[in-house]
T-cell receptor
Framework: DVKVTQSSRYLVKRTGEKVFLECVQD?????MFWYRQDPGLGLRLIYF???????EKGDIPEGYSVSREKKERFSLILESASTNQTSMYLC??????????????FGAGTRLSVL | EDKVVQSPLSLVVHEGDTVTLNCSYE??????LLWYKQEKKAPTFLFML????IEKKSGRLSSILDKKELFSILNITATQTGDSAVYLC?????????????FGQGTILTVHP
């Protein structure tokens, strides 16, 4: 089974802090994604990566950056956390070929509160 | 801009009822449509549909895609309390092979005993 692990389930931070959210997958997937999930808005894509050191902006990248130094790890960085970044953050990974082509597998999520 | 809309946004039923969840989309260069179930944890994959009119089925859950009318439905028969969850519809579109998905808002299903 594919396993996508997010480092924290719950996180409380203060406005202005630098926040790191970590995601690790164990299936050697090329593609990795960061979403935020808010009530009534569904999942919105922040950033994705299709290879080590490669990244692409999603639909709402403002206020976020990412890092992918190793294939299995994709980090989301909030350079200066703000209260409007309080949300559930979901990481996902997928493989671009084979029978499970582009099915995304998700981590359990990190619920971030910025005070 | 790619758009995916789910309806209803929430639904309350009793055990044994049959429910139909809807997903319509407007995207450029459609590739596939996926359904996920999300309880209080990670969304889990249910179905992927790429061809119109073909029904995917797993136990009490089934789904069908209409590429002409640009929608999909997810049916759940003989609902159980364990079916209570958020059901997410997502569409893969565009010219790249990066597997980027556009999600709908989700349908919150509550099944009462």
């Amino acid at each position: 089974d594919v396993k996508v692990t997010q480092s924290s389930r719950y996180l409380v931070k203060r406005t202005g802090e630098k926040v790191f959210l970590e995601c690790v997958q164990d299936m050697d997937h090329e593609n990795m994604f960061w979403y935020r999930q808010d009530p009534g808005l569904g999942l919105r894509l922040i950033y994705f990566s299709y290879d080590v050191k490669m990244k692409e902006k999603g639909d709402i990248p403002e206020g976020y950056s990412v890092s992918r130094e190793k294939k299995e790890r994709f980090s989301l960085i909030l350079e200066s956390a703000s209260t409007n970044q309080t949300s559930m953050y979901l990481c996902a990974s997928s493989f671009p070929g084979g029978t499970a082509k582009n099915i995304q597998y998700f981590g359990a999520g990190t619920r971030l509160s910025v005070l | 801009e790619d758009k995916v809309v789910q309806s209803p946004l929430s639904l309350v039923v009793h055990e044994g009822d049959t429910v139909t969840l809807n997903c319509s989309y407007e995207v450029t260069n459609f590739r596939s449509l996926l359904w996920y179930k999300q309880e209080k944890k990670a969304p889990t994959f249910l179905f992927m549909l790429t061809s119109s009119g073909i029904e995917k089925k797993s136990g009490r859950l089934s789904s069908i895609l209409d590429k002409k009318e640009l929608f999909s439905i997810l049916n759940i028969t003989a609902t159980q309390t364990g079916d209570s969850a958020v059901y997410l519809c997502a569409v893969e579109a565009g010219g790249t092979s990066y597997g980027k998905l556009t999600f709908g808002q989700g349908t919150i299903l509550t099944v009462h005993p």
